[in-house]
């Protein structure tokens, strides 16, 4: 089965969470167990380290380690870890001040200091310097601590705690501690007595621990299930909202498909995809504007076509029904309105080989100067006939330098002058102009009234368009020579704009490279 868009992100969003949430819950977890034996193991440390203060009382108390060698059940009530133990870890514990100050002896302790009989114990032999001989030290118990001693001491710190004296030799605790383990100092009187050495937790200890993290684990995975359906459905939102624009896209491709170019999509955002709706928009009215231009060029081609043809026409008609006499005023006209129409199709088909880039161009070296030079003395003789003044100002240099088709400059030039001649009042006057800027030539041709509406500058270069809406072509061509010229233009790779001239008129303003410049 083919998935659609939606489905798509649908599940990838889904994958992206799921994998999210499975990957957070492994560190959290991972990183749970190690931050709580971190914890476990500084609140065993700050036990130890408050409990070392009692200890030291009662060494300085007793004198000695003996009250405490190979009694570690001692040593713990000692530092007062079991109550603390249990309290801190929420067993719970009686009121520290009721602890006894001296335990009582438990299971595993050393026997009381009694004789056989119930009596005294004597006294311990001495040594060669009077010093009491030191009892053999118990071995440590492989086997763990029975489970009333566990649940007493849920830290397990009793068998993870060893007892040295000054001298480094064990007294109380694990004898299997590492050296590298953490020792907090026992000290009387600023003077060192003891350490007291703390092996790190290496796993979890207990049912009590077990039961904490199962706990913290359900926890996790209920909360990962909630934000799992959150993220679910949020991704089912966010799937939707992104497939609105891009079924508004299709919709409105398959209306552009099926000719309706007045269709237009909302734009909503102003991020990409309101972007591509701009675009789309732009694309659609773009078509609509061609569409439009295209059935208006149509409608100005056939007008154009049919008045030389009706002329025709009718002179023919009346030569045929006698009306007119057959004679060279009658050949002179058939004979210009058929020119008319050759310069017509001529024009049409001079434009459309100008639009497909058919159009013939060889670039060669030339001089812009003397090209205008030979263009205003060519068209000087119908200019004067139609009573219209035609001059070239001073040039700014001998030589003004550029790569172009001569021939197809000459022909922008020769339309541009023949514009002016037929929308120019008599008397008048045309002037061409020549000014050199960065890299480009600005040529200038101005005429005398009458000038051009501003609304109407913006389209003089297209197509069959006249300022004058009537066509009438008694005023004027057919509107191709402007279409025409802009092309030549852009094949030069210049530009070329219309605007109001200082003599009244209309101003065309051509930009062409220099040779240098385009050369580099």
Known sequence: MRLRLI????????ALSVAALVAFALLQQDGFRRGFL??????SVELVSEGSARLAARYAKEGNWEFVRGRPRVLMDTLGINSDARSRAGIGAEPRDARPLRPRPEPGDWPPPRGPQGGARPPRSSDAQGRPSRPPFPPFPAERPPPESRAQDPLDIGGRLVLLDALGVAVAGNPNVPDTAREIEVRDRGQLIGRLRLAPLPHWRGKLDEAFARSQWRRALLGGAAILVCALLL???LSRWLQRPIRALASGAQALAAGNYAMRIKIVSGDELGELA???????AALESNRTARRQWGADIAHELRTPLAILHGEIQALQDGVRSFGPDTLASLQAETMRLTSLVEDLYQLALSDAGALEYRS?????????QDTVRLHQPTMQDAGLELSLTKLPAVQLPMRGDERRLQQLFGNLIANSRRYTDCPGRVQVSVQRSAGHWLI????????????????LFERLYRADGSRNRASGGAGLGLA???NIVDAHGGSIAAMPSPLGGLRILIELPIA?????
Not at 7 to 14: K, P, V
Not at 444 to 459: E, F, I, Q, W
Not at 516 to 520: D, H, Y
């Open 484 to 486: 025409i010229a802009r």
């Open 364 to 372: 060669v070296d030339i001089d812009l100067g003397e090209l205008l």
């Open 278 to 284: 701009t675009d789309f928009n732009r694309l659609a």
């Open 235 to 237: 991704a089912w939102l």
């Open 38 to 43: 971190d914890y476990l193991d500084g609140l």
């Open 7 to 14: 489905h798509r992100l649908f599940l990838a969003f889904a």
């Open 444 to 459: 200038y041709l101005d005429d005398s009234p009458p000038g051009v509406p501003k609304a109407a500058l913006d389209h």
């Open 516 to 520: 240098a410049e385009r050369n580099a």
